[in-house]
């Protein structure tokens, strides 16, 4: 059985920081590609930034590029996403997602998601 359990989010002041993790389970890393896509009220599930171990690629979404940092840690099964001077827009609930053949940016071409963890930044 696949799962991925995030953890790590909760209340940060603007310009704060925070390390979501993202534990799996049931699969290798090195077969997927590892997504991190956020969420709020209303919208469609973004994608923030994903990490393709097949084809050694690395993905941002444009607002986050500086900011969030995604990465590895093959010996834990586990992802992180590292992020730094958090803005209030960043409030959202944050999911992981897993993929065999992903199109990056499409949450429909993920195969595997966690629960998500909620973010909030105050300002």
């Known amino acids: 059985e696949v799962q991925l359990v995030e953890s790590g989010g909760g209340l940060v002041p603007a310009g704060g920081s925070l390390r979501l993790s993202c534990a799996i389970s049931?699969?290798?890393?090195?077969?997927?590609?590892i997504g991190w896509f956020r969420q709020v009220p209303g919208k469609e599930r973004e994608a923030v930034s994903c990490?393709?171990?097949?084809?050694?690629?690395?993905y941002y979404e444009e607002s986050v590029r500086g900011r969030f940092t995604i990465t590895l840690d093959n010996a834990k099964n586990t992802v992180y996403q590292q992020i730094n001077s958090l803005k209030p827009e960043d409030t959202a609930v944050y999911y992981c997602?897993?993929?065999?053949?992903?199109?990056?940016?499409?949450?429909?071409?993920?195969?595997?998601w966690g629960q998500g963890t909620q973010v909030t930044v105050s300002s």
């Open positions: 990490v393709n171990t097949i084809d050694d690629t690395t």
């Open positions: 049931g699969l290798t890393l090195d077969d997927y590609a």
């Open positions: 997602a897993a993929g065999s053949t992903v199109a990056v940016r499409s949450w429909r071409t993920y195969d595997y």
